[in-house]
């Protein structure tokens, strides 16, 4: 695998190398780039690498200036001590976010990850996600129970789906909550996927509930409308599907 870094700390470089190297024998550093003018212009002469290990900030500017002026058509993990960039890096092919000081069981475990993701990354696993939000299911209500009666409730009014102690609750956006006899996988197979992304294993949430989000120790924290009392997260593995879905960009 043809790999290229670029960091501007010297003994940094040296040290990913020789981890690379350490854990993967078939790994070829291509070039080792230190600045934005420099890696624009490698990347313009060479062809493409199969990864790009990058820090954010060089020492001329931040890194995603490289992908803006020069397409990104191969995956890339970012590197940094910081954790504010995490949504902007997957604008450009980040299939990682590594939080330095990177250890070799964090790298092993990126690397692994490009290893499964190798033969799918944005022609399989992506594109399987852009086809299923691009299908318009015909389901509007939903039948939820209210004490010992039943009622039709309206996909719309749904601010989320959540299940807590084995039961799976609607709660719309009045802060009614209604008891399903559904799994969230079974109405997350039924809902409008351009209106409800799953944003983990817990929790099915329509777009209008989401009031805001941020970064946080390399996951992405949900703040809901109505507020719930446990905090919610999108893990960095469902990041980039994420971040498609909320910019309407599928």
């Known amino acids: 695998m043809n790999v290229i870094i670029i960091e501007d700390e010297l003994l940094a470089q040296a040290k990913l190398e020789d981890m690379l190297r350490t854990l993967d024998k078939s790994i070829i550093v291509q070039a080792k780039l230190s600045s934005v003018k420099d890696s624009i212009q490698w990347l313009l002469q060479n062809p493409?690498?199969?990864l790009a290990f990058v820090d954010i900030q060089l020492s001329d500017d931040h890194?995603?200036?490289i992908f803006r002026a020069h397409p990104v058509t191969f995956p890339v993990i970012f590197t940094t001590a910081?954790?504010?960039y995490l949504l902007e890096s997957f604008?450009?092919?980040?299939?990682?976010?590594l939080l330095k000081p990177i250890s070799e069981d964090k790298l092993k475990r990126s690397l692994e990850k490009v290893a499964v993701l190798r033969d799918h990354f944005l022609q399989g696993n992506l594109l399987k996600f852009i086809q299923?939000?691009?299908?318009q299911p015909a389901r509007n209500r939903i039948i939820a129970k209210k004490g010992t009666e039943f009622v039709a409730l309206d996909l719309c009014d749904v601010?989320?789906?959540y299940t807590e102690h084995k039961i799976v609750f609607a709660k719309d956006f009045s802060g009614r909550q209604l008891i399903l006899d559904k799994t969230i996988g079974e109405l997350e197979s039924e809902v409008n996927p351009k209106d409800f992304f799953r944003l983990n294993r817990?929790?099915?949430?329509?777009?209008k509930s989401i009031e805001r989000f941020k970064p946080d120790n390399g996951k992405i924290r949900i703040f809901l409308n109505p507020e719930m009392k446990e905090e919610v997260h999108v893990s960095k593995e469902t990041a980039p599907e994420f971040r498609l879905w909320i910019e309407g960009r599928v």
């Open 91 to 97: 604008e450009f092919n980040a299939i990682d976010y």
């Open 202 to 207: 817990k929790f099915l949430a329509n777009m």
């Open 132 to 135: 299923n939000i691009q299908q």
């Open 63 to 65: 890194s995603f200036e």
């Open 82 to 84: 910081y954790d504010k």
């Open 48 to 50: 493409s690498p199969d």
């Open 159 to 161: 601010a989320y789906f």
